[in-house]
């Protein structure tokens, strides 16, 4: 194994100071250029990406098939407005991926990302309903704890009272229903069991709402960020979908993190089947190379509202055949590579891996996910599964101890969430075994430090 890198602080410092600011103050290493899984710093230091950025760059950095294409688009035109040109690359790559999508999912709306994807869901599915003369359906139930987007209208289906708190007074909070975190409960019940139980909390939302004011119910099929790739019961994923259509709730699919192949199926949702109404997509889907998202629905629910005047949505990038060259080079690249399989075969050597640490650090209660998109929980006492004290910060000490080695994983901890401290390994879709070993090494040595 390659001895791990440590991070010095010091190259910041004779940087310039800088006119950007985000979540917090703390300068990071300037990236020079990026290839395959690996990141390199103008310092000359190599990262590793296990997290794809923040789950996004799903066939890896810098594919030469993918720049090209874009270059080839570039010198024809790189961006053309969706109201006064069609262009190739938005047809073809809509017409790829409804063939990828579940049958009859086959109208496309593009975006530049994620929270505008969601965001067009629920306002598409909001159209819809007027109408189709259902005007007091506006209800989007949400999972707590979940994430959306940042956006005012993704963050009111949010579960995540940090995040909302200070935008309440501004938006609508919907209504949200516990995450189906059965792996936790500790009751008599099968796990199958549990998941009915999670999906009836469901039915039990609606009723106490009023079924007539319910749109929509939003989910991810296999958790984000807020929940470190949760995945429920099998039972759970037909329930709700029965208990959608007994109420005539559309079903929303927020596959913009487990969407685009990195679960080892196109679609999170595949593995249990699902035929949710709407799909939206955005990360692995322009994997890097460029803002892309899309919104997938069928016909019967797009008709009704172009009939009633069209879809009265839309951002001035979207479609663009910039980014539609990406996506679809993405896809094809995703195709000619064998990439969802690779996703698959090497989720499974990655996850034996991680329950071998899990042996090795009692202090992992759980770890769980499918194909690349996976995620460990850490808490102080496994049988009791008490959290640690939130003053340790153990989730941003992990990060940081694996960040100094060179590598990078994910993690946050949702305040007001069931949830504990957690961290998620989800690397670019074309990563190798000896890759997985040199990501797990460093790993264990960061867990060993935190313990
Ligand atoms: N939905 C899910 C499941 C996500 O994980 C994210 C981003 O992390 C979003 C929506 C929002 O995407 P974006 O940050 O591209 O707006």
């Known amino acids: 194994m390659p001895k791990p890198q440590v991070q010095n602080a010091t190259d910041a410092e004779a940087r310039p100071p800088s006119h950007l600011f985000y979540l917090s103050s703390l300068r990071r290493p300037l990236v020079e250029r990026a290839e395959g899984i690996y990141f390199w710093t103008k310092d000359g230091r190599r990262f590793i990406d296990g997290s794809s950025g923040p789950m996004v760059a799903n066939i890896g950095h810098s594919n030469r098939n993918v720049l090209d294409a874009m270059k080839r688009q570039m010198d024809k035109t790189t961006f053309a407005y969706r109201l006064h040109f069609e262009n190739e690359p938005a047809e073809e790559l809509a017409r790829e991926l ?163 192949g990195r679960t080892g199926k196109f679609l999170g949702g595949d593995h249990w089947n699902c035929k949710p109404d709407l799909v939206a997509l955005s990360k692995g889907l322009g994997s890097g190379y460029a803002p892309l998202g899309a919104l997938a629905a069928p016909k019967r629910l797009v008709e009704p509202l172009l009939a009633a005047g069209g879809f009265q949505h839309g951002h001035t990038y979207a479609g663009n055949p910039l980014a539609c060259a990406a996506g679809l080079a993405v896809l094809g690249e995703m195709g000619r590579l064998d990439l969802i399989a690779n996703a698959a075969a090497m989720g499974d050597v990655l996850i034996g891996e991680l329950r071998a640490l899990q042996k090795r650090f009692p202090f992992i209660a759980d770890v769980r996910g499918k194909g690349l998109l996976l995620g460990a929980e850490m808490v102080a006492d496994p049988e009791t599964l008490t959290p640690i004290a939130p003053g340790k910060k153990a989730t941003q000490r992990l990060l940081d101890l694996a960040y100094e080695r060179g590598l990078i994983i994910y993690g946050r901890k949702v305040k007001g969430g069931v949830d504990g401290d957690n961290f998620m390994v989800a690397p670019p879709m074309i990563i190798t075994r000896e890759q997985i070993g040199e990501m797990i090494a460093i790993i264990g040595d960061s867990l060993a430090a935190l313990a």
């Not at 086959?106 to 909001?126: N, Q, Y």
């Not at 516990?178 to 909390?201: F, H, K, V």
């Open 98 to 260: 409804a063939g990828k999508l579940p049958a009859g999912m086959d109208r496309i709306f593009f975006v530049s990302g994620g929270s505008e994807a969601t965001e067009s869901c629920i306002k598409l599915a909001r159209q819809w309903a007027v109408a189709t003369g259902q005007p007091k359906r506006w209800k989007v139930i949400g999972r707590f704890p979940s994430y959306h987007g940042g956006t005012l209208g993704s963050l009111a289906v949010t579960g995540d009272d940090a995040l909302a708190e200070t935008f309440l007074p501004m938006m609508r909070a919907m209504p949200t229903v516990p995450a189906p975190t059965a792996w936790r409960d500790r009751d008599n019940l099968s796990l199958e069991q549990r998941g009915i139980r999670y999906a009836d909390m469901l039915e039990e939302k609606i009723q106490a709402e009023g079924p007539e004011s319910v749109l929509a119910f939003i989910m991810e099929p296999v958790g984000g960020a807020a929940t470190a790739a949760l995945v429920a019961p099998d039972s759970y994923y037909p329930r709700i979908r029965e208990i959608c259509d007994r109420y005539g709730i559309l079903l929303i699919h927020d596959e913009v993190m487990s969407g685009a």
